[in-house]
C-alpha cells in the first residue's frame, strides 16, 4: 500500500536517503515542486523546491524558525506528537518507517518545535521499530528507561541543562512477619541468590509489582512462598538503601501480617524450604546477630507482640492525582485516641 508523506527535509538527508551520496546534485532541475518515490520504501515524497533550501538549517543547533520558514512548515505533515503538561511534547511511533526518512521527519519535526517554544520531546519506539533509536540518538536523544514492549527516548530544546524527570529511582520491596497462637514464624530458606546454600532461616520476602500495592504484595509473597493465607495488618518499620538491584536504590517495607491457614506447601521453584520455627530460635541465628538491621527486625516484631509498639495500617483514600483507590499508611491507633 502506498502511503503518502509530507514533510520538511535538508537537502543533504534527501539525497543520501536515496542513495545519491553527501553532495548537492549538480543538475537539480529548476521547478515548483518536485515528486520524488522510492521502491525501496515505498514511501511518495512532494517536497516542494523551497523546502530544500528552507528547512537545511533544521536542526538542534539552529536558531528557531522564521516567519517564512513557518509557513513551509505548515505545509507538511510531521512527526504527530500530543503536548504534555510541562510545554513538551510525546511522540509514538506506530507505524514502520525507513532510518533516514524518520531521520529527516525529526529534524523538520524538532524545527518545528522549537518554533513553537516547546521544551522536552519524548518519543516512544515500540520495540519493533528498533530501527529507528540510531537516528534518534544521533540526533541528540538518550535514553530515558526501557520497557519489555519500547523504549523511551528524550531530548531538549532550551539551551542549558534540562529538568526532564528522570527514570524510576528505587525498588520497592517487603518482608513478612507472620507469627501463629504459638509464638511460631513462618520462616523459608531460599535456593537462590545470596542466601542460597547458607541454611539461613529468614521470613518470606519479594518485589513490589509494578501497580500492586504494599499489602496486596506482602500477602501475595506469602501465598505464593509458603501457601500460607495471611491477612495483612500493618507496617511496622521500612528501610531505604541505596546502590542495590542494578544501582537503583531500594525501600524495604517490614509487613505485620495474620495467619489465616497454616499448611505450608513451599515454592519448589525458589524456596529450599519451609516451616514454623519458634521465635527465640529464629533470633538466635548467628545471621541474625550479626547484622544489626535484622537485631532491630526482631526486636520492632517482639515489641510488637508483646508491648505497646503500634506500626502503620492501611487507609484507603482517593487523591487528585488518580482516580483509582490507594492506601496511605499511618498510626490509627494514636491517631483515634486508643
Not at 16 to 32: A, I, V
Not at 134 to 155: D, I, N, Q, R, S
Not at 157 to 183: C, D, Q, W, Y
Request: charged share 20%; aromatic share 12%; with cysteine.
Amino acid at each position: 500500500m502506498l502511503k503518502r508523506l509530507g514533510f520538511a527535509i535538508t537537502t543533504r538527508n534527501l539525497w543520501s536517503s536515496f542513495g545519491f551520496g553527501f553532495g548537492f546534485p549538480p543538475n537539480l532541475p529548476s521547478c515548483t515542486s518536485l515528486q520524488l518515490s522510492s521502491s525501496s520504501t515505498a514511501v511518495g515524497l512532494r517536497i516542494r523546491t523551497r523546502t530544500i533550501f528552507k528547512v537545511m538549517s533544521a536542526s538542534r543547533n539552529s536558531t528557531p524558525v522564521n516567519e517564512k520558514d513557518k509557513q513551509v512548515l505548515q505545509d507538511f505533515k510531521l512527526l504527530n506528537a500530543v503536548n504534555d503538561r510541562y510545554g513538551g511534547v510525546v511522540v509514538e511511533v506506530r507505524e514502520p518507517m525507513e532510518s533516514a526518512l524518520f531521520a529527516s521527519v525529526l529534524k523538520a519535526s524538532i524545527a518545528q518545535w522549537r518554533q513553537q517554544g516547546k521544551r522536552g520531546v519524548w518519543i516512544k519506539l515500540p520495540i519493533q521499530h528498533v530501527n529507528l533509536v540510531e537516528p534518534a540518538v544521533k540526533e541528540g536523544f538518550w535514553y530515558h528507561h526501557a520497557e519489555p514492549t519500547y523504549l523511551m527516548l528524550c531530548y531538549w530544546i532550551p539551551e542549558g541543562m534540562h529538568t526532564l524527570p528522570a527514570n524510576a529511582s528505587h525498588r520497592v520491596g517487603i518482608g513478612a512477619f507472620v507469627m501463629n497462637e504459638k509464638r511460631e514464624v513462618l520462616v523459608v530458606q531460599e535456593n537462590t541468590g545470596r542466601f542460597q546454600g547458607t541454611g539461613v532461616w529468614k521470613f518470606p520476602t519479594g518485589v513490589v509489582d509494578e501497580g500492586e500495592d504494599i499489602c496486596t504484595a506482602a500477602v501475595r509473597e506469602v501465598k505464593e512462598e509458603t501457601a500460607v493465607d495471611t491477612k495483612f495488618i500493618e507496617v511496622l518499620a521500612f528501610r531505604q538503601s541505596h546502590k542495590a538491584f542494578f544501582d537503583k536504590s531500594d525501600i524495604f517495607f517490614l509487613c505485620l501480617l495474620e495467619p489465616l491457614s497454616s499448611e505450608i506447601q513451599m515454592q519448589e521453584t525458589e524456596i529450599e524450604a519451609a516451616k514454623w520455627m519458634p521465635f527465640e530460635e529464629y533470633t538466635a541465628q548467628p545471621f541474625v546477630q550479626k547484622h544489626e538491621l535484622l537485631k532491630y527486625i526482631a526486636d520492632i516484631c517482639l515489641a510488637k507482640k508483646d508491648r505497646n509498639y503500634s506500626g502503620f495500617s492501611p487507609v484507603p483514600t482517593s487523591s487528585a492525582f488518580s482516580d483509582e483507590k490507594n492506601y496511605m499508611y499511618f498510626n490509627t491507633r494514636d491517631l483515634n485516641g486508643q
